[in-house]
């Protein structure tokens, strides 16, 4: 078998141990494949089966030693998860701060650190990226759909118009989705607010 016949072989086998629980055995594989490829996502897993195994200090130690070689907004994600999971939310936060500081102004890397945190329902951390990129980029725009989205989740009407507005300014050709998630979304006091931006813009 070729090499990477082998590590699809092994991959396939990593995740069906990792869904049936048994941890140590797809830890072990896993380790394996990253050593042998440098995979984010083997690296993921890897720590994952750690975290399961409530193998902390091990998991930290090889998180550290990652850091030093190629520190990445995500891997400052993983290391703050490794402290939530510890209940230690103060170190935790401190992570996820460096994970936003350390974001580049590359679009993909700003979306991928926010969607991370969108993910684990961070959704304040996720507008603090967004808001990062946009300085970053020079460009307060760029984000306004994600930024409407999130306020959406949030529950923030207000915020929520705001940025749905100047989305449509932006890319017009997104004008009838928005009109679409604006109608589903707001109540009749929302309608009002909606308005009353409105007519601030005219």
């Known amino acids: 078998l070729g090499v990477s016949q082998l590590s ?33 996502a083997y ?3 890897y720590i994952k089966c750690l975290t399961a195994l409530e193998e ?14 190629n520190p990445t907004p995500m891997l400052y994600v993983t290391y703050g998860n490794l402290f939530e999971l510890q209940s230690d939310m103060e ?13 580049s102004k590359r679009r993909s890397e700003v979306t991928q650190l926010a969607h991370a945190f969108i993910r684990a329902t ?17 460009d307060d725009k760029v984000f306004a759909l994600n930024l409407g989205d999130l306020y959406k989740r949030k529950g923030d009407t207000k915020n929520m118009i705001k940025y749905y507005l100047i989305a449509v300014e932006n890319i017009p050709e997104q004008a009838e989705s928005i009109k679409g998630r604006l ?6 006091e929302g309608m009002d607010t909606l308005q009353q931006a409105l007519y601030e813009k005219i």
């Open 91 to 103: 170190k935790a936060d401190k992570q996820y701060d460096k994970a936003i500081q350390s974001v």
């Open 8 to 40: 699809a072989q092994n991959s396939s086998l990593a995740r069906q141990y990792f869904s049936t629980g048994e941890y140590e055995k797809a830890g072990e594989i896993y380790k394996q494949l990253y050593e042998n490829s440098n995979n984010a």
């Open 183 to 188: 109608s589903r979304e707001l109540s009749t």
């Open 56 to 69: 902390y200090e091990e998991a930290e130690s090889i998180i550290k030693k990652e850091l030093r070689r």
């Open 43 to 45: 690296f993921s897993y």
């Open 122 to 138: 961070k959704y304040d951390l996720a507008v603090k990226v967004f808001e990062k990129g946009g300085d970053l980029l020079k």
